[in-house]
C-alpha cells in the first residue's frame, strides 16, 4: 500500500489557492475546480433536484413561503384562560404565580424604557 504525501506547511502566497480548492473560497481557475471536484467527488449532495438563484439573493427578490410552527398550544391556551381570570376578577382571589408573573413583566418592561 502507498503511502500518501506529506503536505508540508501552506505558503501565504498559496493560501487562497488551497481555501478556494476545498470550498472555503470560491474556485477561481480551473485547477482549483478540478480539485475541488476530486476531492468532493464521493459526497452524496442531498438537493440535486433543487435550483438556487444567487442572483435572485442578491438582488433581494428571492421569496420562499414562511412557515408557521406552533408550539406548547396547551400551554398558550392555560395561560389565556388565567388572564381571562385575571380581566374578569382583577385582584380578587388571584392566584400568586399570576400576581408574580405580572409584576415581572411590570418591571421588565420598565427596565426596557430606560
Same mark, same amino acid.
Given at each position: ?5 506529506k503536505?508540508? +506547511?501552506?505558503?501565504?502566497?498559496h +493560501?487562497? #489557492?488551497?481555501?478556494? #480548492? ?5 474556485p #477561481? #481557475?480551473?485547477?482549483?475546480?478540478? *480539485? ?15 435550483s ?30 388565567? +388572564? *381571562? ?8 382571589? +388571584? ?7 405580572? *409584576? ?11
Open positions: 500500500m502507498a503511502k500518501p504525501k503536505i508540508g +506547511l501552506i505558503e501565504i502566497g +493560501l487562497d #489557492s488551497w481555501l478556494s #480548492s476545498t470550498g472555503f473560497l470560491f #477561481s #481557475s480551473e485547477r482549483e475546480l478540478d *480539485r475541488f471536484n476530486k476531492l468532493y467527488e464521493d459526497y452524496n449532495y442531498k438537493l440535486d433536484n433543487t438556487i438563484d444567487p442572483i435572485a439573493i442578491i438582488n433581494s427578490t428571492f421569496h420562499r413561503e414562511p412557515k408557521v410552527i406552533t408550539m406548547f398550544e396547551e400551554d398558550i391556551d392555560v395561560e389565556i384562560e388565567s +388572564l *381571562r381570570m385575571v380581566a374578569r376578577k382583577g385582584k380578587e382571589k +388571584l392566584p400568586q404565580h399570576i400576581i408574580d408573573k405580572m *409584576r415581572k413583566k411590570h418591571d421588565q418592561d420598565s427596565s426596557d424604557s430606560n
